[in-house]
């Protein structure tokens, strides 16, 4: 299913802007741990903190500000308190919840083992699917994507995801929601608990 946006050329993302504690971590863990490169560093002016961009291939960018006087992250408001399927996930409205970068699909155990060997836990490889939990343990012919979770020095989630199945007019079913119906929405929901307790391991 190919949809064109007829407003506007936009041909993806050109960067994501990201808040970080100590840029030095932040360089060392996107250059060293990820691999990376830093193509553009910037100090503000006014002594306003740093600005620096990451190639994460494509022509895309990741960027992080320091800034010098940005409070510190709250684990449920700026970013996600755990992992998918190890705890609760819900960020504040306006928040960022994760950052996935696309990876090939055949690679994932691969960059899992990876990712283990420099010192990074992740979650399970989870594969997303329509079912209730909406992951298998298994790979099936309703698998959309795969998943690959974990964290950057300052908690921020990140994901090594890889799309598994074009998608048709028939993946788009559901209402949107409005703020309305966040009122009482939390209670009917499943208790994170309950949720990590389903984990692939």
Request: aromatic share 10%.
């Amino acid at each position: 299913m190919t949809r064109e946006n007829t407003e506007f050329a936009v041909t993806g993302i050109n960067h994501l802007a990201l808040v970080c504690s100590d840029m030095e971590r932040t360089v060392d863990f996107y250059t060293n741990v990820l691999g990376f490169p830093l193509i553009k560093t910037l100090d503000l002016p006014m002594n306003m903190g740093q600005h620096f961009f990451f190639d994460i291939g494509n022509g895309d960018s990741l960027a992080f500000f320091w800034f010098p006087n940005s409070p510190d992250a709250v684990a449920g408001v700026s970013s996600p308190g755990a992992m998918p399927m190890q705890g609760d996930i819900v960020t504040a409205v306006g928040s960022m919840n994760h950052v996935a970068f696309n990876v090939p699909a055949d690679k994932m155990e691969e960059y899992r083992d990876r990712l283990h060997a420099k010192g990074v836990k992740t979650t399970a490889i989870l594969n997303h699917d329509n079912s209730p939990l909406q992951v298998s343990k298994e790979m099936h012919p309703g698998v959309f994507v795969r998943s690959l979770y974990f964290q950057d020095p300052d908690g921020i989630l990140l994901e090594f995801a890889a799309w598994t199945k074009v998608f048709s007019e028939a993946d788009v079913t559901h209402k949107p929601a409005t703020a309305a119906d966040r009122e009482g929405y939390a209670s009917r929901a499943k208790a994170p608990d309950a949720v990590a307790a389903t984990s692939t391991g």
